[in-house]
Nanobody, 115 residues
C-alpha cells in the first residue's frame, strides 16, 4: 500500500525553473533508491534522474544532465526534482517511483514549457 503523490508542476516559459515534490507513504521509503520519470504524449515513459537511498549518489538521464537535480529528505518521506533551464521538450507528466522496485504509479504532475 505504497502511495506516491507528485506535485509542483505547472506552466513555465523556456529557461524557467520548477521544483517538483513527491510524497511517499504507506511503506518503507528510506532504504530504496528513488527516481523521477516522465512521459510525453505519444512517447514512452523515460527515466529522468535517480538518487540512492542514502542520498549520496545521483544519476541523471542524458537529456536533463546538468539542468535537473534530484534530492531527498528521508525524515519527511519526500523526493524532489529541481528543474532549471527548462526547454519545451521537457514538457511531460512527471512521476516518481522506486528506481528498481516499482510501486503503483501515482497520478503524476504536469509540466508544460512554452517557447
Amino acid at each position: 500500500q505504497v502511495q506516491l503523490v507528485e506535485s509542483g508542476g505547472g506552466l513555465v516559459q523556456a529557461g524557467g525553473s520548477l521544483r517538483l515534490s513527491c510524497a511517499v507513504s504507506g511503506g518503507i521509503f528510506s532504504r530504496y533508491s528513488m527516481a523521477w520519470f516522465r512521459q510525453a504524449p505519444g512517447k514512452e515513459r523515460e527515466f529522468v534522474a535517480a538518487i540512492s537511498w542514502r542520498g549520496g549518489a545521483t544519476y541523471s538521464g542524458d537529456s536533463v544532465l546538468g539542468r535537473f537535480t534530484i534530492s531527498r529528505d528521508n525524515a519527511k518521506n519526500m523526493v524532489y526534482l529541481q528543474m532549471n533551464s527548462l526547454k519545451p521538450e521537457d514538457t511531460a507528466v512527471y512521476y516518481c517511483n522506486g528506481r528498481y522496485q516499482r510501486w503503483t504509479w501515482g497520478q503524476g504532475t504536469q509540466v508544460t514549457v512554452s517557447s
